[in-house]
Each structure stands twice: as structure tokens, then as C-alpha cells.
T-cell receptor, first 109, second 113 residues
Framework: GQNIDQPTEMTATEGAIVQINCTYQTSGFNGLFWYQQHAGEAPTFLSYNVLDGLEEKGRFSSFLSRSKGYSYLLLKELQMKDSASYLCALTGGGNKLTFGTGTQLKVEL | DTGVSQDPRHKITKRGQNVTFRCDPISEHNRLYWYRQTLGQGPEFLTYFQNEAQLEKSRLLSDRFSAERPKGSFSTLEIQRTEQGDSAMYLC???????????FGQGTRLTVV
């Protein structure tokens, strides 16, 4: 099976940088994904990593270390609209996703 | 709109009734997935199709649940004899076989009373 851990909640200040960590235990996976989900809405794809290293997409970056079973999502220049749940997920056979429970990020003034 | 669409957005039903949800994926996507999400949890995989073939079903999918994708386009998820524990958001996602990322619909929120 797969076990994915994320912090339950985080709080950060508008304009700051925040790092959301994700650790996992699994026998194998194709890629690690990050999704954003606002309350009552669908998850929205942010970024994914297949190989170790950093992937940058505008204000969002994601990092993966397969040997350490670790990933993080970095959000820069935080905006109030970034308040949401951030979901870490692994893809397996058929590219189906196994999600963590999500990290609820609150951005404050 | 070329995104994944789901219908209905909300459904309230009495315990014991049958319900059916529909998902229309992004048109060129040949993979379609169903997930279930309860409050405070991440989505949980239920089943997926490649074209019209149902390739995998989760152990979460009891005999009361059935999904179809008859022509490899839209899909339906039916829940028979609903129970209060079935109350959740049911999410559909689609992806292209050659790409890893999946795109989600807005979901159908089911409330069983």
C-alpha cells in the first residue's frame, strides 16, 4: 500500500513564501502530484515530479527526492486567494491517484 | 467549455433510493476516473476506465456501486440502496493515455438523509 503524510494546517502571511511538505512510504510510483482545492470545488492540477529535483511553474515550485520519500510544494508571493487545501498525491498503475489528506493553508494579512 | 463536467452538482436522496451520476470527460481523453471525497480527507480512488473498458475497481466499491462507460465517452456511476455512509463528494477526472496529469470535474455532492 501507500502511506502519505502532510501537515493538517498551516498559516502564512500575504506576500511571504510557504513550504508544504509531503512524506510518503510506497513500493513504487510513477509520479508525485500537487493539487489545489478550494472549499466545495474540484481539485486543480498545480505541478508534478517524475524525476528528483525541482519543477518551477510561476509562483509554484515542487521538489521530489525519491531516495528520501519526500516532496514539498513551495508557494511564493502568497496571495489571499492561495488560501485552500493542498493535496499531495502519488500515481500508480493506470495513473490512478492516491491522495494524502491535504494541508489546509490559511493566508493572512 | 472543454473541461470535465458532472451532473448533477448536488443530489439529496432518501436512504434506500438509487442514484445515478454522469460525467463527461474532456473529449480527447481516453482515461476516466471516479473518486469519492469526504470532508477533511483527500479523494479516494473508486474505479477507472480506459476507453470503454473498466480496468480497475477499488475495494471501496461495494456491490451496490456500478460504473459504466458504454461508448468510451461519458460515464455513469450508480449507487443502489443508498446508505448514509454514501454521503460524499463524487469526483470524476479524465486524462490522456500519454500524459500523467488528470483533470477533475466540479463533482457531485450526494447527501443521503
Amino acid at each position: 500500500g501507500q502511506n502519505i503524510d502532510q501537515p493538517t494546517e498551516m498559516t502564512a502571511t500575504e506576500g511571504a513564501i510557504v513550504q508544504i511538505n509531503c512524506t510518503y512510504q510506497t513500493s513504487g510510483f510513477n509520479g508525485l502530484f500537487w493539487y489545489q482545492q478550494h472549499a466545495g470545488e474540484a481539485p486543480t492540477f498545480l505541478s508534478y515530479n517524475v524525476l528528483d529535483g525541482l519543477e518551477e511553474k510561476g509562483r509554484f515550485s515542487s521538489f521530489l527526492s525519491r531516495s528520501k520519500g519526500y516532496s514539498y510544494l513551495l508557494l511564493k508571493e502568497l496571495q489571499m486567494k492561495d488560501s485552500a487545501s493542498y493535496l499531495c498525491a502519488l500515481t500508480g498503475g493506470g495513473n490512478k491517484l492516491t491522495f494524502g489528506t491535504g494541508t489546509q493553508l490559511k493566508v493572512e494579512l | 467549455d472543454t473541461g470535465v463536467s458532472q451532473d448533477p452538482r448536488h443530489k439529496i436522496t432518501k436512504r434506500g433510493q438509487n442514484v445515478t451520476f454522469r460525467c463527461d470527460p474532456i473529449s480527447e481523453h481516453n482515461r476516466l476516473y471516479w473518486y469519492r471525497q469526504t470532508l477533511g480527507q483527500g479523494p479516494e480512488f473508486l474505479t477507472y476506465f480506459q476507453n470503454e473498458a473498466q480496468l480497475e475497481k477499488s475495494r471501496l466499491l461495494s456491490d451496490r456501486f456500478s460504473a459504466e462507460r458504454p461508448k468510451g465517452s461519458f460515464s455513469t456511476l450508480e449507487i443502489q440502496r443508498t446508505e448514509q455512509g454514501d454521503s460524499a463528494m463524487y469526483l470524476c477526472a479524465s486524462s490522456d493515455f500519454d500524459r500523467l496529469e488528470a483533470f477533475f470535474g466540479q463533482g457531485t455532492r450526494l447527501t443521503v438523509v
